[in-house]
């Protein structure tokens, strides 16, 4: 896929939804966090079910340690691999409060150091919380960057790399957005909806429907 047409692909994404969001719900740094870890192999409904009550009780690293992993659990346990995202979590705020005032730092390395945070989580907390222009690649992201061409690549890392370098800078601090929306509500895993998205045209899928 060349430039002009990648291009092309980004500004049809930006036209059809200007201002893009994360679906996970959250008022500060450290709740995003804890969605994101909690949203590992989850989905964001679950996790925001979940999260409606848990931040209501304890919002900051020192209120969610205080619970201890048995009163987290009370709160998270209709999520997927809720016992380990527990005990992650409750080291992580360990963590934040010995290290960093309970806060949550702006560092990736930092990040990184977190229990339960790897790159792809370190790279939501980057982009949404502090507006930098990282690209988190999940599973919907993998599978679009794949199946349209834009960013083709064997492993997730890879196909991050691809899109730094080709993605034009007026689009990187959406694009993780527009790409897993996409990725979720249309190029879906399964069975692509191309009959209703508006880069079909623009796509390099050889087995459009």
């Given at each position: 896929?060349?430039?002009?047409?990648?291009?092309?692909?980004?500004?049809?994404?930006?036209?059809?939804?200007?201002?893009?969001?994360?679906?996970?719900?959250?008022?500060?740094?450290?709740?995003?966090?804890?969605?994101?870890?909690?949203?590992?192999?989850?989905?964001?409904?679950?996790?925001?079910?979940?999260?409606?009550?848990?931040?209501?009780?304890?919002?900051?690293?020192?209120?969610?340690?205080?619970?201890?992993?048995?009163?987290?659990?009370?709160?998270?346990?209709?999520?997927?691999?809720?016992?380990?995202?527990?005990?992650?979590?409750?080291?992580?705020?360990?963590?934040?409060?010995?290290?960093?005032?309970?806060?949550?730092?702006?560092?990736?390395?930092?990040?990184?150091?977190?229990?339960?945070?790897?790159?792809?989580?370190?790279?939501?907390?980057?982009?949404?919380?502090?507006?930098?222009?990282?690209?988190?690649?999940d599973t919907h992201i993998f599978r679009v960057a794949n199946r349209t061409r834009i960013a083709?690549g064997k492993t997730v890392y890879e196909v991050e790399q691809k899109l730094l370098k080709w993605?034009?800078?007026?689009?990187?601090?959406?694009?993780?957005?527009?790409?897993?929306?996409?990725?979720?509500?249309?190029?879906?895993?399964?069975?692509?909806?191309?009959?209703?998205?508006n880069i079909a045209h623009l796509c390099e899928f050889k087995d459009k429907n």
């Amino acid at each position: 896929m060349n430039a002009a047409k990648r291009y092309a692909i980004f500004a049809c994404l930006r036209t059809n939804n200007p201002h893009p969001t994360t679906e996970l719900e959250y008022q500060t740094p450290f709740e995003l966090l804890v969605a994101v870890i909690l949203s590992a192999q989850a989905t964001d409904k679950s996790v925001n079910q979940a999260t409606r009550q848990l931040f209501l009780q304890a919002n900051t690293a020192e209120k969610i340690y205080a619970l201890g992993e048995e009163g987290l659990v009370s709160f998270i346990n209709r999520i997927g691999l809720y016992k380990n995202k527990a005990k992650n979590i409750i080291k992580t705020c360990q963590l934040l409060i010995e290290q960093y005032q309970g806060q949550v730092p702006r560092l990736r390395e930092q990040l990184e150091q977190l229990p339960g945070v790897g790159r792809k989580t370190a790279n939501v907390v980057l982009n949404i919380a502090f507006g930098e222009p990282t690209i988190a690649v999940d599973t919907h992201i993998f599978r679009v960057a794949n199946r349209t061409r834009i960013a083709p690549g064997k492993t997730v890392y890879e196909v991050e790399q691809k899109l730094l370098k080709w993605v034009p800078d007026e689009f990187k601090q959406n694009i993780h957005h527009w790409l897993i929306l996409h990725g979720r509500y249309v190029c879906k895993a399964r069975k692509p909806d191309c009959g209703n998205c508006n880069i079909a045209h623009l796509c390099e899928f050889k087995d459009k429907n």
